[in-house]
């Protein structure tokens, strides 16, 4: 059984389409992330999830809009796509959201805009 | 705020050949590091952490790191490379200021293992 799954692998879109990228994890977490890794390989938090609750928002576009429906799951919607947004996205759990814990990460979703 | 900082972006090493991949980490804190691997198209997978428990810490697949607080490193080894070894390696750091904030990671080594 994968851990923490996320579809779609690959997503090409046009500029200004709405796309919804959706992670699952089977681990029993409490907490979920998202992150981007940009054309360079950097990887950099976007949003995490407690208990349904956002924790954090970093400087993110509110175009990228989180959404739990339970603790399992952790979707990403994003409107209004844009050039910029073309990346990888990892979705991650954590058993809680203490510091020294272990984050496991999806296969990642592999974002082109066109 | 916390940081990490990997030098050289690609490492090249021989089969059989030590690999060594740096990361120093700035914190302000005591930090918690770890390193994890990306293979092509795939997600990251945890090598190891230090979480202040023991200075070496033993990771899966034959690697080790050791933390030295007077040199804030966190260095990553094998002694002897494989070609399976060959994958895109980040540093990562949380500290105790606050685990909200999320892993942040180095820009990655990309390690190559010529035969």
């Known amino acids: 059984d994968t851990a923490v799954s996320q579809t779609p692998k690959y997503l090409v879109t046009q500029m200004g389409n709405d796309k919804s990228i959706k992670c699952e994890q089977n681990l029993g977490h409490d907490t979920m992330y998202w992150y981007k890794q940009d054309s360079k390989k950097f990887l950099k938090i976007m949003f995490s999830y407690n208990n349904k609750e956002l924790i954090i928002n970093e400087t993110v576009p509110n175009r990228f809009s989180p959404k739990s429906p339970d603790k399992a799951h952790l979707n990403l919607h994003i409107n209004s796509l844009e050039l910029g947004d073309s990346a990888v996205y990892f979705c991650a759990s954590s058993q809680d959201l203490g510091f020294q814990e272990t984050q496991y990460f999806g296969p990642g979703t592999r974002l082109l805009v066109l | 705020a916390q940081s990490v900082t990997q030098l050289g972006s690609h490492v090249s090493v021989s089969e059989g050949a030590l690999v060594l991949l740096r990361c120093n980490y700035s914190?302000?804190?005591?930090?918690?590091l770890f390193w994890y691997v990306q293979y092509p198209n795939q997600g990251l997978q945890l090598l190891l952490k230090y979480t202040s428990a023991a200075t070496l810490v033993k990771g899966i697949n034959g690697f080790e790191a050791e933390f030295k607080k007077s040199e804030t490193s966190f260095h990553l080894t094998k002694p002897s490379a494989h070609m399976s070894d060959a994958a895109e390696y980040f540093c990562?750091?949380?500290?105790?200021?606050?685990?909200?904030?999320?892993?942040?990671f180095g820009k990655g080594t990309h390690l190559i293992i010529q035969p």
């Open positions: 914190s302000s804190v005591p930090p918690y």
């Open positions: 990562a750091v949380t500290d105790s200021g606050g685990g909200a904030d999320g892993l942040t």
